[in-house]
């Protein structure tokens, strides 16, 4: 069994920034942490950003400039760090895993900044 946690979610004043956090444990030798998503209330959970086990990264459009993946050297905890927020970044964050075939997510992280 796989367990993704995140944290370092909160409130924050448009304009400033937060980082997040997920971290994997159990058996995950064969597998990675896949990135970050974000759902509101209603809406569809939107993949943000994305870290390849080499290190390359992908981002939404939404994002690009403003947001940052990363990974430690073990691989087991994933970053997002989140600069210039805007009111529609208030979200829950979401990291998702693949390990041994099968996609894990976290129970997700709150995010909300004010106007």
């Known amino acids: 069994q796989v367990q993704l946690v995140e944290s370092g979610g909160g409130l924050v004043q448009a304009g400033g920034s937060l980082s997040l956090s997920c971290t994997a444990s159990?058996?995950?030798?064969?597998?990675?942490?896949l990135g970050w998503y974000r759902q509101v209330p209603g809406g569809q959970r939107e993949r943000v950003a994305g870290?390849?086990?080499?290190?390359?990264?992908d981002y939404a459009d939404s994002v690009k400039g403003r947001f940052a993946i990363s990974k430690n050297n073990a691989g087991n905890t994933v970053f997002l760090q989140m600069s210039s927020l805007k009111p529609e970044d208030t979200a829950v964050y979401y990291c998702?895993?693949?390990?041994?075939?099968?996609?894990?997510w976290g129970k997700g992280t709150l995010v909300t900044v004010s106007s």
């Open positions: 998702k895993g693949f390990y041994y075939g099968i996609f894990y």
């Open positions: 870290i390849n086990r080499d290190g390359t990264t």
């Open positions: 159990g058996n995950i030798l064969g597998g990675n942490i």
